[in-house]
């Protein structure tokens, strides 16, 4: 099963340290999102790439968050100067959108649980 | 995006078939449902998806209303394996509103033996 898959799964680190999460999503999948999710609570989105191309980021996502996709297949998310609220599950989803319109449901890793210590 | 409402929490015996109920009283016209679960340390599963009457798959079945303020999730017969939360989303597909998706709290399903 070559689904989407995240790297790592569990990250400990210690505050002020800057941390990298790797998503590798469905092969023929053009589109890859990252979400945050904390307990008890959906996840919420933070970006979202076509190909290469970032095309949306929430307000979540702060200047110490950034997002890569360089050639439109995997990806990484980096957190500069981690604290304390950015411990959560980081997940990774990807889709299908067709070029003539239309996006099937998202795909979803099982994510990297960041804490910080 | 719409604004989705579902019940915090449901539990239901084992072998029961189970109705969750989820409210979308401002759903645009091109906007399709989609309902995921999650278990505990992994990611949302997809389930099932629909626009409009009842849609059916090997997992569950889908009931949308002609007015389509709301949907039903419907699981029949579930088992202790069914626990978990269950998202309802409401998005567009076709104009691009989809990309990201907003999930609510879930509805938190514990299967009693």
């Known amino acids: 099963d070559t689904g989407v898959s995240q790297d790592p799964r569990h990250k400990i680190t210690k505050r002020g340290q800057n941390v990298t999460f790797r998503c590798d999503p469905i092969s023929e999948h053009n589109r890859l999102y990252w979400y945050r999710q904390t307990l008890g609570q959906g996840p919420e989105f933070l970006t979202y790439?076509?190909?290469?191309?970032?095309?949306?980021k929430s307000r979540l996502l702060s200047d110490r968050f950034s997002a890569e996709r360089p050639k439109g297949s995997f990806s990484t998310l980096e957190i500069q100067r981690t604290e304390q609220g950015d411990s959560a599950m980081y997940l990774c989803?990807?889709?299908?959108?067709?070029?003539?319109?239309?996006?099937?449901?998202?795909?979803f890793g099982d994510g990297t649980r960041l804490s910080i210590l | 995006l719409a604004k989705t409402t579902q019940p915090i929490s449901m539990d239901s015996y084992e072998g029961q078939e189970v109705n969750i109920t989820c409210s979308h009283n401002n759903i645009a016209t091109n906007d399709y449902i989609t309902w995921y679960q999650q278990f505990p340390s992994q990611g949302p599963r997809f389930i099932i998806q629909g626009y409009k009457t009842k849609v059916t798959n090997e997992v569950a079945s889908l009931f949308i209303p002609a007015d389509r303020k709301s949907s039903t999730l419907s699981l029949p017969r579930v088992s202790l394996s069914d626990t978990a939360v269950y998202y309802c989303l409401v998005g567009d597909l076709y104009s691009g509103g989809y990309q990201k998706v907003t999930f609510g709290t879930g509805t938190k399903l514990q299967v009693i033996p």
């Open positions: 989803a990807s889709s299908l959108a067709h070029v003539t319109g239309g996006n099937q449901p998202q795909h």
């Open positions: 790439f076509q190909n290469e191309a970032q095309l949306e």
